[in-house]
């Protein structure tokens, strides 16, 4: 019996491995622009990180993580998310004494274990970027200007922008509780799932699918309306920086996230292209998080976008990569010329294919269209004879001889 692999542990094939790398470029190069650095965390983790950063009453923690003792009894997890991770390093590392203010990206697997689904898995990549050290909503709205700068970079109208604050350790802490009057009666209506977290997470029920948690919430406290000073203030003006930047966004206040770290600021970036999987990126603030992992009380704001998601988004793209040139070599002293030739035009940067089974040259040109080359040479004895060939420009549909020099051939496929 073959083996096949594991259910939500998705291979990634040539075809669309170059959407991913497409992605990934792109994120690269908009991110540095803004200052941002890259870091390479870890896949695992000790548990003890993830169940008190991300907290014990959140789905992941509960039932979501692939957590386990290795053989040194150490309780160990594979990476659930990026930030956690991200603030283990920044801590353990001391890169707060370095600079005031760090800029950092990551991107790779996470695993989950839930029901696989459309751009969902059990191992899914992220790409995310944290900012640590400023407190001023200015940041905030930076963030989410390169977010938005970044799907613009891979042509995406979609998706759209909506922003909510969750408030802080000062106003939040009421607002639960009034969230929690509100639903005391209508209990019998939430999901199993939001009756668990009733006590410990009210605030999940405000974003829960389920029809009767739709229904329970209906009318509920707004967390808006019960901002501290501070935490209004702060809001706001993080509105008026995407006004000035001209980034469009709209208010959610029933928006909340499923990790208990946020404070104030959050945000996601939701489109109806991809069914009930609406999140393509998501995040906020968390200025408690970083001492809560014993380090010192500096604030900080991130975001994570799932992989899998933004490329789905680009399905219509082609991304497949086309050789520069394929050479079809007729006989065994064309074959060595071109192999020869293929080298030398490599090392400068040229993609080349050949046919490596000497096949008819009828084969060696449906190879070519296969590849969708740019340019195809033909080669056989005549040819290197003459010390020249024919030189056919896919796209255009012309030919012409060309000089059989590496310089020249060179030269043509970069004029």
Request: glycine letters at 8%.
């Amino acid at each position: 019996m073959a083996i096949t692999g594991i259910k939500g542990f998705n291979d990634i094939l040539p075809g669309e491995v170059e959407k991913w790398q497409y992605i990934e470029a792109t994120a690269r190069r908009v991110f540095e622009l803004y200052g941002f650095s890259e870091i390479r965390i870890p896949i695992m983790e000790k548990t003890e990180l993830f169940a008190r950063s991300i907290g014990d009453a959140t789905d992941i923690v509960e039932k979501e993580m692939y957590s386990f003792v290795d053989k040194g009894d150490n309780r160990v997890t594979l990476r659930p998310e990026g930030t956690a991770s991200v603030m283990r390093a920044f801590i353990e590392h001391k890169l707060y004494a370095q600079d005031s203010v760090s800029k950092l990206y990551y991107m790779g697997p996470m695993f989950r274990y839930e029901r696989p689904q459309k751009g969902r898995y059990r191992q899914f990549h992220q790409i995310g970027a944290e900012v640590t050290g400023v407190v001023d909503p200015m940041i905030d709205a930076q963030v989410l200007n390169m977010l938005c700068h970044f799907f613009a970079e891979l042509g995406l109208t979609e998706p759209r922008l909506e922003i909510n604050s969750l408030g802080c350790p000062e106003c939040r802490p009421a607002y639960r509780q009034a969230l929690k009057d509100f639903l005391r009666s209508r209990l019998e209506l939430l999901c199993d799932d939001c009756k668990r977290r009733f006590e410990t997470n009210p605030l999940r029920a405000l974003d829960c699918k389920a029809a009767g948690c739709k229904e329970a919430t209906a009318g509920a406290p707004s967390v808006l309306d019960n901002l501290c000073a501070g935490c209004e203030d702060h809001f706001s003006k993080t509105k008026q920086y995407l006004d000035s930047a001209g980034t469009p966004y709209s208010v959610n206040s029933r928006m909340v996230r499923g990790l208990d770290y946020y404070t104030r600021t959050t945000f996601e970036l939701v489109t109806g292209l991809l069914g009930s999987q609406s999140a393509v990126a998501a995040g906020g603030r968390y200025d408690g998080l970083i001492s809560e992992l014993g380090g010192p009380a500096i604030p900080g704001i991130g975001f994570a976008m799932g992989v899998e998601r933004v490329a789905l988004l680009l399905s219509d793209k082609n991304f497949t990569r086309r050789p520069d040139l394929f050479i079809a070599a007729l006989g065994t002293e064309a074959r060595g010329f071109a192999f020869k030739l293929m080298g030398e035009l490599q090392a400068k940067g040229v993609s080349v294919e050949i046919d490596y089974d000497g096949k008819s040259l009828k084969s060696q040109l449906r190879r070519s269209d296969k590849f969708n080359s740019r340019f195809t040479l033909v080669i056989g004895e005549d040819e290197i004879a003459k010390g020249t060939a024919q030189f056919k420009d896919m796209d255009k549909g012309t030919q012409a001889d060309i000089r059989l020099e590496t310089q020249d051939i060179f030269a043509a496929l970069r004029p």
